[in-house]
């Protein structure tokens, strides 16, 4: 199992705590999964509160209607579908990551965008042609918010991507409240015509060098359990599972409720 690791410089303002600390072991706060930020838990009530406040006004409506019973569950079933997802997080421990790229695809190559610039026409071309105008207006918004474009390469051409976010940028503490030595990896692609070459695992080896070369200690990276193709990959580049959890996304902002107990060392 995962050896986790839990710096002891670099949390701002935050406490190290363990699982067993009262004011955050709730279900809906969640375990000590890196140390407690405050603002993280505050954050995380708030979307609870605002959770229930909908789920009962979408009971009063099914109420409203005369719906009971059997089909009154199936559709509450199918509404919080809609907004409920159940996820898988994983995690590296950086300094010790001896995986390289290489190891995941020899016509693969990796590289990264701090703003939008940094892109070529043809970078932008292949991103249009696969995401549409809109993604691309979002991908030129990230970038100037913080957000780290990587870009796996075949053949000249962009055969896939996806995004890192640490600390310092908006994205601060969004599924898991990080240290300032923490980065998040999220939204990863790749271009269908790509798919089954190694892609994925190679960008994220990749990219967890680069951060192994630039002193960030941790990774973390989370995916839909039902994405097998995806889960496949990142265990591949040297990720190991450490928690689930349950995400009910309301709007741009998504509730975390931890299911079970952060894995350590050892443990089955």
Not at 229 to 253: C, D, M, P, T, V
Request: with cysteine.
């Amino acid at each position: 199992m995962a050896s986790f690791n839990r710096p002891e410089r670099g949390y701002a303002g935050a406490v190290i705590a363990d699982d067993a600390h009262a004011d955050i072991s709730s279900r809906y706060a969640g375990p000590a999964l890196i140390g407690v930020d405050h603002n993280w838990i505050t954050r995380n009530a708030d979307l609870r509160n605002m959770f229930q406040a909908k789920w009962k006004a979408i009971a009063r409506k099914i109420d409203a209607i005369g719906v009971s019973g059997t089909l009154a569950l199936i559709i509450q079933h199918i509404v919080t579908g809609l907004f409920h997802r159940n996820y898988l997080l994983f995690y590296v421990d950086l300094p010790t990551y001896t995986v390289h790229p290489q190891q995941m695809s020899t016509h693969v190559v990796g590289r990264h965008i701090k703003s939008f610039d940094d892109l070529s026409s043809a970078d932008i071309t292949d991103i249009r042609n696969y995401a549409g105008e809109n993604y691309l207006r979002e991908v030129q918004n990230r970038l100037a918010n913080g957000w780290t474009l990587f870009l796996a390469y075949v053949e000249s051409s962009v055969a896939g991507g996806g995004w890192a976010l640490g600390k310092s940028s908006q994205f601060s503490a969004k599924v898991v409240p990080i240290c300032w030595t923490d980065v998040v990896l999220l939204d990863y692609f790749t271009f269908p015509s790509f798919r089954g070459r190694n892609v994925y695992p190679f960008l994220l080896s990749f990219i967890l060098n680069h951060f192994r070369e630039n002193n960030i200690l941790r990774a973390f990276i989370y995916v839909s359990e039902r994405n097998a193709a995806s889960i496949k990959g990142i265990q591949k580049a040297g990720f190991q599972h450490i928690i689930s959890y349950e995400g009910y996304r309301l709007g741009r902002n998504e509730l975390i409720i931890w299911k079970g107990s952060l894995k350590k060392s050892g443990s089955h």
